[in-house]
């Protein structure tokens, strides 16, 4: 399956959408409520992928989103991409990481009270700073990234075109076959392509 480092851009004319000209992330540093709704629905199942890949719990899991999509509240209109490697989800997994830590160090705290030593043992385990390579995406994480973003923009399209996307983008079939399933012609299999791919680009554009 294609991952979201495989989505080029494209020079085909995208399909209307109800998506603005302003990125995302732009909408949201705006205050835009619609904005704001959208990321929480493209993010929120990463965010707790990552939270689940650490042990916790769904309740747990579920405290540590919320403050984790606070402090995105707070401190968004800061966030800049000011080089290559500045990407909104490596700033959401910083906060996530952060989050973490003090949800340990508050079971630690709770546990020390109680004279337990399970969520110590936890907190030990969890590093002052995380190496550097630990905020390279996972490859889960990716996945849920682009499935979720997929899911979003999947209902802007006629069945026809998605699956043409879907069979040549994702199950890596040839345009000639796929057209011949579908009765469309190769080239306009690779125009639906296009015009999913620049709809997921936009989707997703520099919150990556």
Not at 53 to 72: I, K, N, P, T, Y
Not at 138 to 162: N, S
Not at 177 to 184: F, G, K, P, Q
Request: hydrophobic letters at 40%; a neutral charge; glycine letters at 6%.
């Amino acid at each position: 399956m294609m991952s979201v480092r495989d989505i080029p851009g494209s020079d085909a004319e995208p399909q209307a959408s109800s998506a603005t000209s302003r990125s995302l992330l732009a909408r949201v540093q705006a205050d835009e409520a619609q904005a704001w709704e959208r990321l929480v629905n493209l993010y929120a199942p990463l965010v707790f992928h990552w939270c689940r890949s650490r042990g916790l719990q769904d309740q747990d899991v579920a405290d540590v989103v919320q403050e984790v999509f606070r402090a995105v509240v707070a401190h968004v209109g800061a966030f800049r991409k000011e080089r290559a490697a500045d990407t909104f989800r490596g700033w959401l997994r910083r906060i996530t990481q952060n989050k973490l830590r003090d949800h340990f160090r508050r079971r630690s705290r709770e546990a020390t009270g109680a004279g337990g030593s399970s969520a110590q043992q936890r907190l030990a385990q969890l590093p002052e700073r995380e190496p550097a390579d630990d905020l390279a995406p996972d490859d889960e994480g990716e996945r849920i990234l682009f499935g979720r973003a997929l899911d979003l923009i999947r209902e802007e399209f006629a069945e026809q075109t998605w699956a043409a996307f879907w069979r040549t983008a994702v199950e890596g079939r040839a345009a000639k076959d796929v057209a011949a399933d579908l009765a469309m012609t190769p080239g306009a299999v690779r125009v639906a392509k296009c015009r999913v791919l620049h709809r997921l680009r936009e989707e997703l554009g520099d919150l990556m």
